[in-house]
């Protein structure tokens, strides 16, 4: 049997790939608990991790097959389910490392919010986008109630989330929810663009502007302003500082 995430190294990028192409990549109990370790394991060892799906989707979203399987055995053998992936969408902002999402095909339901929980995200213009599990008579499972309001507003994110209504990559792009919209054609080439930008980074640097993003969104503005400041004063007393000012200063001249 095809493991459900298949995980490597590639120099300092990272790459996992959601792996049951034959459910367009749904989530299962195994799947979220791979997803998790490989996101874990992989931060440890590369500067940037790059999540996509195999076989031209992203991910459709929870297997109801496994969801269905779960209900009969009572309400609390779905929970694995829930708490598997929601530990692997709330990992991603606890790494010191980006993470990026290569969106296309279909990003529905619990593969929207794996794409709301990465750092950075890159949609293929005709990838079909959408919280819709309300057009299932679900309820949202794996973090869209909590994180979209704080992506794109109360208003906009409550309404998309009640009517289930398909989003294009472009759409993604115009509501702030991806980085860049690229077509087809050009899409792996704007995924390699962005993830070796982000590789090339110092990772000290990139941790701790990751961090102060991430937490200062649940600080008040004077807290998270102080954070800043704490964090580039400790900074600036590193080497890979240093390494950078001598840089800037050597182009300088």
Not at 40 to 57: E, F, N
Not at 155 to 162: E, G, S
Not at 204 to 217: F, I, N
Not at 218 to 247: K, M, N, Q, T
Request: proline share 5%; hydrophobic share 45%.
């Amino acid at each position: 049997m095809d493991e459900p995430v298949h995980a490597e190294a590639d120099g300092p990028v990272g790459r996992i790939t959601l792996n049951r192409p034959h459910a367009r990549n749904a989530v299962t109990v195994e799947l979220g608990r791979a997803l998790h370790d490989a996101l874990v394991d992989l931060a440890s060892r590369t500067r940037v991790l790059v999540i996509r799906g195999a076989g031209g989707h992203f991910s459709a979203g929870g297997d109801f097959a496994e969801v269905s399987r779960l209900r009969a055995e009572g309400p609390e053998a779905l929970r694995p389910l829930f708490d598997n992936f929601g530990a692997a969408c709330t990992v991603i902002g606890e790494l010191p490392v980006p993470v990026v999402a290569a969106v296309e095909g279909y990003a529905l339901a619990g593969g929207f919010e794996l794409m709301q929980s990465c750092d950075v995200v890159v949609v293929r213009e005709d990838a079909r986008i959408a919280d819709n599990h309300l057009n299932f008579g679900q309820v949202p499972g794996g973090g869209s109630s909590q994180r979209l309001p704080r992506l794109v507003g109360r208003q906009r994110a409550l309404a998309h989330i009640l009517t289930g209504d398909r989003l294009s990559g472009l759409d993604a792009l115009a509501w702030g929810l991806a980085h860049r919209a690229a077509p087809a054609e050009t899409f792996d080439a704007a995924v390699h663009e962005v993830v070796e930008n982000l590789a090339s980074k110092d990772p000290a640097a990139l941790a701790r502007a990751k961090r102060l993003v991430r937490d200062g969104l649940e600080l008040p503005l004077a807290e998270g302003l102080a954070a800043e400041r704490d964090a580039v004063v400790a900074h600036l007393g590193g080497d890979s500082a240093a390494e950078g000012i001598a840089a800037f200063d050597a182009r300088a001249r």
